[in-house]
């Protein structure tokens, strides 16, 4: 019942890893990778970091902290303000209306699941950013984009279950 | 630890946190589409919050790119060694070229000099170029821009010229302290005064998010034709002038695009130009003198 106070730091500190792990995901998505024309389509890691923990634990992935997340990825990739934390948002409200089907599921279905999502958020991106540039950008890079996330959603995936079960199954 | 007052504070307090729960994501997407608008309005302050964020991070995506910038060399040299013999007979053929090249420069550059002092020229404002490695790329398919190791400190300035290689990348659009953003000459935002080299057609470089640039406000009947080269034309005041930008690739009716001289997607290291001008109207920050 009393937990010590450094049983209490400890927990806190597992508590935060789904929040850390995403925000190393925003990070390591902007590494430059000299392959041509990686940037326009580098995978959305923190899309798949965001819908993983908001099915496994929505309790430490908040509307909130997906807000907070999107609002630091606005800022460091340097677009317009609020377009990934919109996104991220709308994005988390969906997986978590529709959790228990994915609780349920296969990882295949986890998969099918996330490739709706990602197609979500394709066109929702596109429709901000063709909003507030007010001009009809060509959908294609956003579309290649999520393919190349959809790939690459298997490895991440099982990076995020490592992590989930060293931090938060203890 | 402050005493709690009783239960009735929490008995009020659980139904409106209910209630901000169930309204957070309207809460949150309204939030986003007001930042929106801020942004829109309010870019000035936008871009110093960004600049202080960017900075923030700046350690940390320095440090985690590095092993990815070693990895790719690893590569690059593997497959470099493999050509090495043809790479070394093509770079033969192509010094001996250039040795010729070399004569006449140095014969023109003689040449320009004694005209110049013919005609009492004023010469041009000096040039200093600060080095700077690209640390992180957008990850975005929407946003086409970098961000450098060199801020404030290392006397970066807003609207500097941003060249890697043969040529042109883009321009400043944010300062920190140690690290800064280059807006590239494709992102949709980029606008760039250019001069045509040998027509001397003045016009306007305009990115839209594609591998190449488009020319705007040319006059229809204007002779340019595929493979001329365009540099800047140093009009504003931002950039010198000369500098390549890029190679004509197609006149069409849909428009005279433009292929970038530098290779925008591999960009490991950057110089950024500081011109010697007085900065612009376009930097109200206080503390650039």
Redesign the interface.
């Known amino acids: 019942m009393t937990a010590t106070f450094w049983q209490k730091v400890d927990k806190t500190g597992r508590n935060l890893a789904p929040f850390a792990v995403t925000v190393m995901m925003v990070?390591?998505?902007?590494?430059?990778?000299?392959?041509?024309?990686?940037?326009?389509?580098?995978?959305?890691l923190t899309l798949v970091s965001v819908y993983y923990w908001t099915i496994h634990r929505p309790d430490l992935m908040?509307?909130?902290v997906?807000?907070l997340i999107?609002?630091?990825q606005?800022?460091?990739?340097?677009?317009?303000?609020?377009?990934n934390?919109?996104l991220l948002?709308?994005a988390q409200?969906a997986v978590l209306n529709q959790r228990r089907v994915f609780l349920a599921s296969t990882f295949a279905l986890l998969w099918v699941g996330f490739t709706l999502v990602m197609a979500g958020a394709v066109l929702l991106?596109?429709l901000?950013?063709s909003v507030?540039?007010a001009?009809t950008?060509?959908i294609l890079?956003?579309l290649?984009?999520g393919l190349l996330t959809v790939a690459v959603f298997p490895a991440v995936g099982w990076l995020l279950i490592r992590v989930h079960r060293a931090f938060l199954n203890g | 630890m402050k005493p709690r007052s009783s239960g009735s504070v929490i008995r009020l307090a659980a139904p409106l946190r209910a209630l901000a729960q169930r309204f957070s994501f309207l809460l949150l997407v309204l939030a986003s589409i007001a930042l929106m608008m801020v942004g829109k309005i309010e870019s000035v302050s936008v871009d110093s919050a960004r600049a202080r964020v960017t900075d923030a991070f700046a350690p940390i995506l320095d440090a985690i790119s590095r092993p990815a910038a070693t990895a790719a060399r690893v590569v690059e040299s593997a497959v470099e060694l493999e050509n090495a013999f043809d790479e070394n007979q093509r770079l033969k053929a192509e010094n001996a070229r250039l040795l010729q090249w070399r004569q006449a420069a140095l014969r023109l550059e003689a040449e320009n000099n004694s005209l110049r002092s013919l005609l009492r020229v004023r010469p041009e404002p000096s040039v200093n170029y600060i080095a700077a490695r690209v640390i992180a790329t957008p990850g975005s398919s929407f946003v086409r821009t970098l961000v450098v190791t060199a801020g404030k400190r290392d006397g970066v300035r807003k609207g500097q010229a941003a060249l890697a290689g043969a040529g042109l990348v883009g321009r400043v659009i944010e300062v920190g302290e140690w690290s800064s953003r280059v807006l590239l000459l494709t992102d949709i935002n980029a606008r760039i005064p250019v001069i045509l080299s040998n027509t001397r057609q003045r016009s306007i470089l305009a990115g839209d998010n594609s591998d190449q640039a488009k020319l705007l406000y040319l006059p229809p009947d204007s002779p340019i034709q595929v493979g001329e080269r365009v540099v800047t034309s140093g009009d504003g005041g931002l950039f010198p002038p000369g500098l390549p930008v890029g190679v004509v690739t197609a006149v069409s009716e849909r428009g005279i695009r433009v292929l970038p001289s530098a290779d925008l997607s591999r960009v490991e290291h950057l110089r950024l130009v500081d011109f010697g001008l007085p900065s612009t109207d376009l930097d109200p920050s206080p503390d650039s003198k």
Not at chain 1, 74 to 83: A, E, S, T
């Open positions: 990070l390591v998505g902007m590494i430059p990778l000299p392959v041509p024309g990686y940037a326009a389509v580098a995978p959305n908040r509307p909130g997906a807000f999107g609002l630091l606005d800022f460091l990739i340097g677009g317009p303000l609020g377009v934390a919109l948002v709308v409200w991106q596109w901000a950013f507030l540039d001009v950008l060509s890079p956003a290649f984009q």
